[in-house]
């Protein structure tokens, strides 16, 4: 190595700043309308620019589940896509599945078996246990753990989270029968 | 009876409404109007120095309003005084943007602001900037008898007592000996949470700071002493923390830019960090350990060595107390620690839950493992034998002490007489099963702290700390203790935290919230029921005219006499009648020196798990944990075995999952992010009992409480690892335990 | 995250012609990886071409009696197909054993293909890498290389391929439909991936104007025995240290013919057929299956923290192929021993 070697950092400039446009995106059933360059995440979109705080971010690379949101009905990670790739689409956050006043069944079950500590992921949980009771492809609690994995918990609420989950799962399964 | 009697109450969180609504707010979620955003530039190099900041392009760029540097950053406290917060190690603590100097890869060298969080982002990564670099060192290993012993300095830490009888003849004496080498690697906290500020700029040049940190007062007068402001200039309000662990007891060098840049562009900034920036700060450090054990024939402990290195920065020396839990938990007359540190060139280690325990635990209870196998006893048995009934480090009694029934009970409810106690004995299907067990140790501390009461006319009562809330549950216990000692419904209460505008309160740690801010809690409301006794007594033919407070009590809304609960007044009518809108109180609760400097304060916890382990594929999970344990009174069962069940995770994450990567190429950590640092996801985690054994202690605090949060996670790693070794016979004395070491 | 300018794509030769413009033109489908990788600036696309909108999200039957999967059809819908989950359980527990439940939502077939190593130096700007950086050197082989390669490894790169689906797409012998401006062409799965030789700048064959319309499994049936072996260092939402997908098709104790092929190992999905034709004709035994292991690992070559992959990949074959002549459709070593 030679003696007090170099390091230089930074990219080039290689394009022009992304243009603004408007985009609109349909979020807990309420058409929004936004400004934004395409760079803006669908999690940054949210949290940023239309004050809805309740997604949380906790890696902004897929990797914790804290942005977990329901587009169509389906869990998504909201920090690995755009907003503009989401115009049309039917988008529920965490404000959208219950208030304070009238808590979702999850919500409550949730409370119920302290399923959280410092409370950060469980927005994201919330939405993953939504996410996947529209699957319904989860019934024993094996096969909830599995699949409520994609979101951690560094308070380490697991236990709890699977018997709140497992709750409302079985709690849906007696409707259908 | 009453009911209004909460204490001891398995009680759901009164914010968890808040949060699993997603109403709570974390500290980057203030929209502020006219929020602009800063984006952190790291550091790529481990040491050196920066020899150009080339900002002109970036700044050319529409929407980008300052880029902050060493070069630009306006003159600050010139002391290191000034840049010492309430649990700074000694040494000078980093600065910054202070100078051209690269002391830790990752090292925060700019701040870019701009309009909006996409351009700040983008900003940040086409900065140019230079480096020359020198040659670092990042290895503990090479640091082998190098170690030095580290000076008093950061509060709680206890240099390890002068060796005690004559350890090291004892040693060559004993009848069975271990001498092993024990280590861990680097790991961090990285709570859910990323580290994040927003500096709101109010009118007059006043900030409204919401910091994401486990001590809003601390933060405050961080950037109080940096930026010369007075209190009343920046306020720091922290309502939810997304996690600490301990990463939030020092304010993280977000706060600093934030509060710098909003003071020098005079508009509300926020700053947040990305998740490789969280690898950027304080962590639980690498750490080399060795025990020595001697034992007489009859299993008695002979002789203990316990000796500890560790690494810390060039700047700070951070001190945990690693060795001195080997002094106290086993009686043994013959005992020596040791202690030391070697510098690196990597930021100063921070504490991490139960720090320097859960590294100290893991050598001595592994140790204790091949100690009963060498001396041909059951772990348990060989455990019950050495019981210390005093605590030989201070030479004192314990103030109560439990773990007598914890190994019972816990492992009464594991099943751990079925244990086959020969390694590879026991199996399930084609599953190697193994048997560990474990004991744990943690201090029952209590700190001066502040609350404030009031009770208005419509009996609502609001009570004031500034406190935190790290998801431990304070908001809950608090909320209980008020109620109950004002007989209130739970719903009359609002209690209030993470506020530098309320009564002080330490850091959120070292599980002494509950007994320090409890007590405040409990005192501001007794000096509240005594001003309204006085006020219940001028009320018009009132029941209590001769009452003194100690024949009185608060009791579902009303204050009665003791003896005769029919002579009673409604509180809420006190205050009506008092003709005030509001009643208020406030008290500071210190510990009792007196009655507790005769005694040792601790809690303690045993640990029983099963593990499962597939031989031929090397994976291995731990299926079923007991976890007895016994810290004084349990304030809330639901919230306090929430914190049991995390400890746990916590336990076993560090024996199998977390180990930070130093690259030694480059002084730099490897796998800075949480898909290649792992940490357990809910397929994990399998059954977990937690177990509490009351204990009642009125010497450690009023309310007897010994904290909770991190003692449940000593003994877990431990524990496990012995669990191994009986399933395999495979003794490893590293963690983390992945699959490459159990083939 | 470099700036960019953002349209959508209507048709699949739209796309293509747009694709074939100036600058660093890059197609978004799921986002997963490439959005990650975005914000991590190894990726500095100057345009996105989002394709989603295309009609490619179908899974049907393909004309030579096999199936056709749709690339934009997600890996959830993918994995949870009827088709797929009858027909081809492999790929269902291969996919279902890969990320987590929300980003199997996003990701797109097509996407799985291109996802990019997790080599810790690839993702890291401070450190050279030479399928980052062409010609800056591999920190990985004197570095951390736990997680990295052992088999078709270069002087310039021991990067590993990330993805599960791909494992078992090697080992059921899909085929690609790629469309390009010169049309529509097929390749092999075996030669859609490459090794990194001295230009692991390229992690596969596709020209840069080429689309992904397409992957079409074979008719045949390996949908009995079968086993799908991942090991990783946490039970869910890691990536492979090994996976291995093992198919068997069996007469009585005698396999007729054998598929397998190896995740976590190489630059490529590793489809080793030297070893599956010692398969072929044998029996069923553990015997078989030493020597196919033997086979397949012959050639490894350890780089210090990564050299235990080598021993667990022989342990790993022989046990996925048991699993598979057992007939137990596993994910998970663990789950096996306890339903």
């Not at chain 2, 086409?126 to 008898?145: F, M, N, P, S, W």
């Not at chain 2, 006020?535 to 005219?545: D, I, N, T, V």
């Amino acid at each position: 190595m030679p003696e007090n070697p170099t390091h230089t950092s930074g990219a080039a400039i290689t394009a022009p700043l992304p243009p603004v446009s408007p985009v609109t995106l349909r979020i807990n059933g309420q058409e929004r309308q936004l400004h934004i360059a395409p760079w803006t995440t669908l999690l940054d979109a949210l949290r940023e620019y239309l004050d809805l705080t309740g997604t949380k971010k906790g890696c902004d690379h897929g990797q914790c589940g804290a942005c977990t949101v329901l587009v169509d009905g389906k869990r998504i990670n909201a920090c690995l896509t755009l907003a503009v790739m989401q115009e049309g689409r039917d988008i529920t956050t965490i404000e959208g599945m219950g208030t304070e006043e009238k808590l979702h069944p999850l919500q409550q079950a949730f409370i119920d078996h302290d399923a959280f500590q410092c409370g950060y992921c469980t927005p994201g949980q919330i939405c993953s246990a939504q996410g996947l009771i529209n699957e319904g492809k989860a019934k024993t609690a094996a096969e909830i753990k599995e699949l409520m994995s994609g979101n951690l918990c560094r308070c380490g609420a697991y236990t709890n989270i699977l018997a709140a989950v497992q709750e409302v799962v079985e709690m849906e399964l007696k409707i259908k029968n | 009876m009453s009911n209004t009697n909460y204490i001891g109450k398995a009680l759901s969180r009164v914010d968890g409404p808040a949060k699993v609504t997603g109403a709570a707010k974390y500290a980057a979620e203030f929209n502020v109007p006219g929020l602009v955003y800063g984006y952190v530039v790291s550091s790529p190099v481990a040491k050196g120095k920066i020899t150009k900041i080339d900002a002109a392009e970036v700044l050319a760029l529409p929407g980008v309003l300052q880029v902050f540097s060493h070069e630009n950053v306006p003159m600050l406290a010139l002391l290191d005084r000034s840049y010492k917060d309430d649990v700074a190690p000694g040494g000078s603590p980093f600065r910054p943007l202070h100078d051209a100097e690269i002391k830790f890869s990752q090292q925060p060298v700019a701040l870019v602001v701009a309009d909006t969080f996409e351009l700040a982002r983008y900003a940040a990564s086409v900065l140019k900037i230079e480096y020359e670099t020198v040659a670092h060192e990042t290895d503990l290993e090479t640091k082998r008898g190098e170690g030095f012993e580290p000076g008093t300095g950061k509060t709680g830490f206890v240099p390890p007592p002068p060796p005690r009888g004559n350890p090291d003849k004892e040693f060559e004496n004993a009848v069975h000996r271990i001498d092993q080498e024990y280590v861990h690697g680097t790991q961090h906290h990285n709570p859910m949470e990323m580290f994040g500020t927003t500096a709101e700029y109010l009118d007059g040049g006043k900030l409204n700071v919401y910091d994401k940190t486990q001590g809003a007062l601390n933060s405050q007068r961080y950037i109080r002493q940096i930026f010369g402001l007075s209190k009343d200039d920046a306020r720091v309000i922290s309502k939810y923390t997304g996690g600490g662990f301990g990463s939030g007891l020092r304010p993280q060098y977000q706060l600093f830019m934030a509060v710098l840049a909003a003071l020098e562009l005079k508009k509300s900034v926020r700053v947040s960090l990305t998740r490789q920036q969280m690898f950027s700060f304080g962590h639980r450090p690498h750490t080399l350990q060795t025990v020595k054990l001697g034992t007489n024939a009859d299993g008695s402990l002979a002789a203990l060595h316990h000796h500890a290195l560790h690494e810390t920065s060039r700047f700070e020396d951070y001190t945990e107390n690693v060795v001195n839990w080997s002094g106290m938990l086993y009686q043994c007359d013959n005992v020596k620690l040791g202690y030391q540190l070697a510098k690196l060139d990597v930021y100063t280690p921070q504490d991490m839950r139960a720090p320097g325990a859960a590294t100290g635990l893991f050598a001595l209870e592994v140790a204790m493992d091949e100690m009963a196998y060498a001396a041909g006893l059951d772990p348990l048995e060989f455990r019950l034998r050495n019981y210390a009934d005093r605590d030989q480090n201070l030479d004192k009694p314990f103030s109560s002490k439990k773990l007598r029934e914890c190994y019972h009970e816990g492992a009464a409810k594991f099943g751990w007489e079925e244990r086959n106690p020969a390694p590879r004995s026991m199996r399930q299907g084609n599953m190697l099963v193994g048997y560990g067990m474990a004991t744990g140790v943690w201090d029952a501390s209590q700190q001066k702290a502040g609350a404030k009461v009031s009770l208005s006319a419509d009996g609502k009562l609001t009570v004031q700390s500034a406190t935190n809330e790290i998801g431990t549950g304070t908001y809950t216990i608090m909320t209980q203790v008020a109620a109950e000692y004002l007989g209130l419904p739970l719903e009359a209460v609002d209690f209030q935290l993470g506020d530098t505008d309320f009564p002080a309160a330490p850091v959120q740690g070292g599980s002494w919230t509950a007994a320090s801010v409890g007590t405040a809690v409990k005192n501001a409301c007794e000096a509240l029921g005594e001003k309204l006794l006085k006020l219940a007594q001028q009320m018009e033919g009132s029941p209590l005219k001769d009452a003194k407070f100690e024949d009185v009590e608060f009791v579902n809304g009303q204050l009665r006499l003791r003896l005769d609960p029919g002579q009673a007044v409604v509180v809420r009518d006190i205050v009506q009648a008092s003709g005030e809108t509001k009643v208020e109180a406030d008290a500071t609760a210190m510990p009792n020196l007196i009655k507790q400097k005769q005694y040792s304060l601790h809690a303690h916890n045993a640990v029983f798990v099963e593990v499962q382990i597939d031989e031929e594929l090397g994976t291995l999970h731990v299926t079923r944990v007991v976890n007895a344990v016994a810290a004084g009174r349990i304030m809330n069962p639901k919230t306090a075995r929430s914190q049991v069940l995390g400890s746990v995770v916590w336990g076993l994450s560090m024996a199998l999952m977390e180990e930070t990567v130093m690259d030694h190429q480059f002084g730099r950590y490897v796998n800075h992010n949480y898909a290649e640092y792992h940490i357990p996801v809910c397929a994990d985690i399998h059954d977990i009992d937690v177990l509490f054994v009351e204990e009642e202690d009125d010497i450690v605090n009023p309310l007897g409480v010994k904290g909770i949060g991190e003692v449940g996670m000593l003994g877990v790693a431990a524990a496990i690892t012995n669990a191994v070794y009986h399933a395999t016979g495979k003794r490893i004395r590293e963690l983390p335990i992945m699959i490459d070491k159990l083939l | 995250m470099n700036s960019f300018t953002y349209t959508r794509a209507e048709a699949v030769e739209a796309a293509v012609r747009e694709k074939s413009a100036s600058g660093k033109v890059k197609f978004i489908a799921g986002g997963t990886n490439l959005l990650d990788l975005m914000k991590e600036n190894v990726e500095r696309p100057t345009r996105l071409i989002d394709i989603n909108r295309l009609p490619l999200t179908k899974i049907e039957a393909a004309p030579d009696g096999g199936l056709r999967l749709g690339a934009l059809a997600t890996n959830a819908d993918t994995a949870w197909n009827a088709e797929v989950e009858k027909r081809y359980p492999l790929l269902s527990q291969a996919i279902l054993a890969g990320a987590s439940p929300q980003l199997r939502n996003m990701a797109t077939n097509g996407g799985n293909l291109f996802q990019r190593t997790r080599c810790y130096y690839f993702y890291d700007l401070a450190t050279p890498c030479n399928k980052r950086e062409p010609g800056s050197g591999c920190s990985a082989i004197g570095g951390y290389n736990r997680i990295l390669g052992i088999l078709g490894t270069s002087e310039s790169c021991i990067a590993t391929h990330p993805s599960d689906m791909c494992v078992a797409l090697a080992a059921l012998a899909a085929t690609v439909r790629v469309t390009g401006k010169n049309g529509e062409r097929v390749v092999k799965f075996e030669d859609f991936h490459r090794l990194p030789g001295d230009t692991p700048q390229f992690d596969n064959t596709l020209q840069p104007d080429e689309i992904v319309t397409a992957i079409d499994l074979p008719a045949e049936d390996f949908s009995r025995h079968f086993s799908y072996l991942k090991l990783r260092d946490r039970t869910s939402y890691a990536f492979a240290l090994i996976s291995v997908a093992a198919a068997l098709q069996l007469e009585g104790n005698t396999i007729k013919e054998g598929r397998l092929a190896l995740g976590g190992v190489a630059h490529k999905p590793w489809r080793d057929t030297t070893a599956e034709a010692l398969l072929k004709g044998q029996p069923a035994t553990e015997e078989t299956f030493r020597r196919v292991a033997a086979k397949v690992v012959e050639g490894a070559k350890g780089y210090g923290h990564n050299t235990f992959k080598i021993e667990l990949a022989k342990r790993a074959i022989m046990r996925a192929l048991k699993q598979a002549t057992e007939g137990m459709p596993v994910a998970d070593a663990f789950q096996n021993s306890n339903p």
